[in-house]
Structure formats: structure tokens, C-alpha cells
């Protein structure tokens, strides 16, 4: 998958999703492009402290918000979180582990997967139904 590009259509309106997303869409731009370099494992470990760290944050922030909005599909959004989060240790448990046995471009391609989902299946509804609850 080439580089994600931030739509102005993954805005849900909210903004500490909005500010979450655009950070996550940036962090992987920018650690795929520092691995196509002989970039360190210490400039990866960066990266990867910054991207699960996010992972793990992002997903509960947004939870916080979708509960107390109320927001329709939020048992089905949080199981999809709990997968995202189980998957994110498994990463982060190789990574520490043994950097060598992790692909690293699985990890991009699998948070690259999840935002596509993400903005393709959720992002509307939670902009439509935040401007539901503002009107
Ligand atoms: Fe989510
Ligand atoms: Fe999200």
C-alpha cells in the first residue's frame, strides 16, 4: 500500500479523534518511509514506542467520546477496538522481545487496513451523529 493521504472526508468533526487520526496516518508515513532506509533499530524504536503508545491511547479516548455520545454502534466499534489492542500487544511484545522476528511492514499495512476500515465504516456515522447531537 503506497503512503495513506489524510482526506478532508476522515474529519468526524471531533477534535481529539481527528487530531488521533491525523497523528496515526503521520506515523506510519513516517516510519515506512524510515524503513525503506538503513535506518537503526533505535530510530525504529521510536517510532514503534510512539505508534503503540497511540494505538493503546487513541482507542480508549475514542471510546470515552463514542460512550458518552451515545453513538449507536458503540459495542460492535469497541470489540473491533479489543482486537486492535490484542493484535497491538502481540506487536509490541515481539518488538521488545526479539525486533528481529517482528515484519514491520505487517505492522504498517495492519494499522493501514484498520484506518481504511475505520474512515470507510465509522467515520461518517460519527460525524453525522455528532452534528445530530450539536444541531
Ligand atoms: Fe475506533
Ligand atoms: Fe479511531
Known amino acids: 500500500m ?4 489524510w482526506d478532508e472526508s476522515w474529519e468526524t468533526g471531533h477534535p481529539l479523534i481527528d487530531f488521533d487520526h ?5 506515523l506510519v508515513n513516517r516510519l515506512r518511509a524510515l524503513l525503506s532506509t538503513e535506518a537503526d533499530l533505535k530510530a525504529i524504536d521510536h517510532f514503534m ?4 503508545d497511540l494505538v493503546h491511547k487513541h482507542l480508549q ?3 470515552d467520546i463514542l460512550r458518552h455520545i451515545d ?5 460492535e466499534h469497541v470489540k473491533d477496538h479489543r482486537n486492535i489492542a490484542s493484535q497491538f500487544e502481540i506487536f509490541s511484545n515481539t518488538w521488545q522481545r ?4 517482528l515484519d ?12 481504511d476500515r475505520h ?9 453525522a451523529h455528532l452534528s445530530a447531537r450539536n444541531a
Open 61 to 63: 479516548r475514542e471510546e
Open 119 to 127: 474512515a470507510r465504516h465509522e467515520f461518517a456515522s460519527i460525524a
Open 22 to 26: 491525523r497523528t496515526l496516518v503521520d
Open 49 to 52: 514506542v510512539r505508534l503503540n
Open 71 to 75: 453513538f449507536p454502534d458503540f459495542s
Open 2 to 5: 503506497s503512503a495513506l493521504v
Open 104 to 115: 514491520l511492514h505487517h505492522v504498517l499495512s495492519f494499522v493501514e487496513d484498520w484506518l
Open 98 to 101: 526479539a525486533p528481529e522476528a
